[in-house]
């Protein structure tokens, strides 16, 4: 049973660019929510999405969207990449039928903003 | 709105010795609590949680944390720490079971041999 994968592991933008990261979530798992982790802090929560639509949203700038397909996979999207946004970006499943709030995490993809 | 505190933000111990990791929480309405470890360069795991019932809340590894609602806390301890017990740990509210889940600053442990 696969758990939660993500992808890239690394990457390094330049300021102004654009990153998509990507996440597929636990089998059985319809909810995906993500989260910024920058270096020596907890997590930060960015949005989540269930049935294809943001349920929720922390307190990010519009830079920041994302998608969730069919398939429960979900996409994160940051425009205008600025060097504060250098954080590991995790993404964590879990399931709307159990209803325990537990999040099923991945390692994680790392922005480097140069 | 919900918020956790985390009480120090480094523990150390020695192998063997008592480990007790602090939380205290904000929510406006019955929360659910949980206990994450991260290790290097990985995501995030689930020690423990508590949703409803029992106070008393046992996890994996041998950690165990108490909900104490008129204190607004959940410390984390272990009887005994190992070294292998050396990571992160991030205390984390939620107020429902299905939506966001806010995390503390985190508590890096250290175990001394």
């Known amino acids: 049973d696969a758990g939660v994968t993500q992808s890239p592991t690394h990457l390094i933008k330049t300021r102004g660019q654009q990153v998509t990261l990507r996440c597929s979530p636990k089998?059985?798992?319809?909810?995906v929510s993500w989260y910024q982790q920058a270096l020596g802090q907890g997590p930060q929560f960015i949005f989540q999405y269930y049935e294809e639509e943001e349920r929720q949203r922390g307190n990010f700038p519009d830079r920041f969207s994302g998608h969730q397909f069919p398939n429960y996979s979900s996409e994160l999207n940051v425009n205008a990449l600025l060097l504060g946004d250098s954080a590991l970006y995790l993404c964590?499943?879990?399931?709307?039928?159990?209803?325990?709030?537990?999040?099923?995490f991945g390692e994680g993809s790392r922005l480097t903003v140069l | 709105a919900q918020s956790v505190t985390q009480l120090g933000s480094h523990v150390s111990v020695s192998e063997g010795a008592l480990v007790l990791l602090r939380c205290n929480y904000s929510s406006s309405v019955p929360p659910y609590l949980f206990w994450y470890v991260q290790y290097p360069n990985q995501g995030l795991q689930l020690l423990l949680k508590?949703?409803?019932?029992?106070?008393l809340v046992k996890g994996i590894n041998g950690f165990e944390a108490e909900f104490k609602k008129s204190e607004t806390s959940f410390h984390l301890t272990k009887p005994s720490a190992h070294m292998s017990d050396a990571a992160e740990y991030f205390c984390?509210?939620?107020?429902?079971?299905?939506?966001?889940?806010?995390f503390g600053a985190g508590t890096r442990l250290f175990v001394k041999a």
């Open positions: 984390a509210v939620s107020e429902t079971g299905g939506f966001k889940t806010i």
């Open positions: 508590y949703t409803t019932g029992a106070t």
């Open positions: 964590a499943s879990s399931s709307s039928k159990a209803n325990t709030g537990e999040l099923f």
């Open positions: 089998s059985g798992h319809d909810t």
